[in-house]
């Protein structure tokens, strides 16, 4: 697979788990912090926010395409 289509489908895939992991987030903050002080939904929303990261290392490593022997 050329390294221009692994991009399209990373980019593609990036945009979708960007989107999923957001809604996820904002819905499990609904159920969490219905009625809790506002200081630990802030730490929350910034851990919830910054979480996509770590799922998306290896996509972004995918699309890099396979690495040289040298």
Do not use: C, D
Not at 5 to 20: D, E, N, Q, S, Y
Not at 23 to 51: H, P
């Amino acid at each position: 697979m050329s390294i221009r289509t692994r991009k399209l489908i990373g980019a593609i895939l990036l945009l979708l788990l960007v989107a999923v992991w957001a809604l996820l987030a904002m819905v499990a903050a609904q159920f969490v912090f219905s009625s809790t002080n506002s200081v630990a939904a802030w730490i929350y929303y910034v851990v919830a926010g910054m979480g996509w990261v770590l799922p998306a290392m290896p996509l972004i490593r995918w699309m890099s395409g396979p690495k040289s022997a040298g």
